[in-house]
């Protein structure tokens, strides 16, 4: 059957006709949409764990007790992951063990673009790499194959242009995978320094057979035709590359990239004239290539920064028949980077503000973010998922060093929380940190599209399960239950009095700011019919609302303030800030 399908979803499909049994994710664009569509899937067990590292156990686990799993994860999550999947090389796999790995080059949604390619070879694990939906399925497929055959997990990196782009597919049936006896082997499944080192060896042994396999698979495939010029290239840039030389160059498409093709490269090299090399951010494969003895040309006319299109690979080796690009004869309307109409946030960040000046505001990764950019202007630093806690323990470190006066609020969402903030909870309860943490409630993993986590008590598979109290938790961890407070941040009242209390605390203290974000659907349908409007008599147009929320549900038209009431949700925050009392709810 033929169809049309996101990257994304051909590998949740490769993964069903593979017969995957289980497949574990946190989620981070750009691989979000893989176990959204594998959980369509019932035959496979999956999940959303808490972090990357622990859907990697799960799989690994799994592929230990003799099923066939499959993890996702964006760059940022390998690195997470890496503590489980280095020791998993030496492991290698029972059932088929696959690890997918999205890259953002261009930094669409990241905040940096690290190559994960590096990881192949420093995991000494070997990687394939798709350039379109077809090859999504298909190398899935092959992985979970290839992973029993040589005893060994197996890295599929791919790229936000081939997870997110849309080819057509041809779709199979799924293969009866039966789950291998479990039989106890330590000598496997352990990782003992005694036995470590006699698998290390094994793990070097195996990676000259995978690149002997390498070398003659059809993976790594050549395209002859103009032989003047010959492309290695790889994933996504070898559609660039073909849609730019076309049959004017001969293609050394790499699809298993580590182990590299040693042999077909030179093979390959020796038959056109010029070597160029394309591929997206580090030189992995130019490197190898140069290692090889062979000249090349490569990031010396591409960057190394940001993805590439083919107008760039065009203008990087001086092709002048640059095509123009459709064009569009309208002007697109332009949304500042703000919270959502209703987004609970506001209302915390609206009141911290107020403190601008006298706190260090350490930051985390999520749709709080935001709050960097006016009206609020909050948050100072920004490392990783749980780095806010950590980083705020440090800064209160150096804060009693130097007798400085700022105090340090640390900020996290609920389930960036889950994913790796707990622990950092922990080490300022036992080191005593006297930092103010703000834990942001809002029911869901919001940024990446509302996927579930432990506080809503829903697994990825639709089943009810148990809701995590993150206020029993905070108490678990060792907080002081008269350092913590509970606050609708839709009451700027009682938000206001917990900030106070949070800013003039000389111990821990914890804040945890419960509201539902406003765009679930649970919300939206519980909110029906309420919005606030402007009482054009009592209004001023001091425009303050709009100054002090940033709320794009407020505008100006024909010079006067209004509410768009479709994009209200009647949270109340601009009728609270509102000087004249000009804003009235409706509804409710």
Partial sequence: MKQVMLGNEAIARGAYEAGCHVAAAYPGTPSTEILKNIS??????????????????????????GGRALAAMKHFGLNVASDAVFPAVYE????????????????????????SRNFAPHMKIPMIEPADSQECLDFVKLAFDLSEEFDTP????????????????????RKNVPIKTYAKNIM???????????KHQAVEERILKLRDYSNTSELNRIEMYNKKIGIICNGISYQYAKEVFGEDASYL????????????????????????????????MEDFVKSLGIPCVGKDKLPRCLELTP??????????????????DINTPVRSAV?????????????????????????DIGCYALNILPPF???????????????????????????????????????????????????????????????????????TGHQGNPVNGKTLMGEQSTMVDIEQLVKGCGVDPKNIRVIDPYDLMSTRAAVKEAFEATELFVVISKQPCALLKSQQEARKGIHCQVNQEKCKNCKVCIAKTGCPALEISNGNVKINKVDCNGCTICQQICPFDAIERIGG
């Avoid at 298993?256 to 056109?272: G, L, R, T």
Wanted: net charge negative.
């Fill in 188 to 198: 496997k499944n352990t990782n003992i320094p005694a036995v470590a080192r006699n």
């Fill in 339 to 363: 919270f959502c109409a209703g987004c609970p946030h506001r209302g915390i960040y609206h009141e911290v503000s107020k403190y601008v000046g006298k706190i260090v505001a350490t930051g």
């Fill in 154 to 173: 197996f890295l599929i990196r791919t790229s936000t242009r081939v997870n997110h782009g849309s080819t057509v597919v041809t779709t199979g049936e």
């Fill in 311 to 328: 107008d760039i690979v065009r203008e990087g080796f001086g092709l002048s028949d640059t095509k123009e690009g459709y064009s569009v």
């Fill in 253 to 284: 498409k790499i699809g298993f990239s580590y182990p590299m093709p040693d042999e077909k490269i030179k093979a390959f090299a020796a038959s056109v004239e010029t070597l160029y090399i394309i591929e997206e951010l580090d030189p992995y």
């Fill in 377 to 447: 202007s909050v948050t100072d630093t920004m490392i990783d998922m749980g780095g806010s806690i950590t980083a705020g323990i440090g800064f209160d470190k150096i804060k009693k060093l130097s007798n400085r006066d700022l105090k340090t609020f640390s900020f996290i969402g609920d389930s960036t929380f889950f994913h790796s903030g707990i622990t950092g909870l922990i080490d300022a309860v036992y080191n005593k940190a006297a930092i103010s943490l703000f834990i942001l409630d809002n029911s869901t993993t919001a940024m």
């Fill in 92 to 115: 290698g796999a029972t059932g088929g063990l696959v690890i997918i790995c999205a890259d953002d080059p261009g930094m669409n949604s990241s905040g940096t673009e690290p190559d």
């Fill in 40 to 65: 369509k899937y019932k035959e496979i067990s999956s999940e959303w764990s808490v972090n990357e590292k622990v859907a990697a156990e799960v799989c690994i686990g799994a592929s230990m007790a």
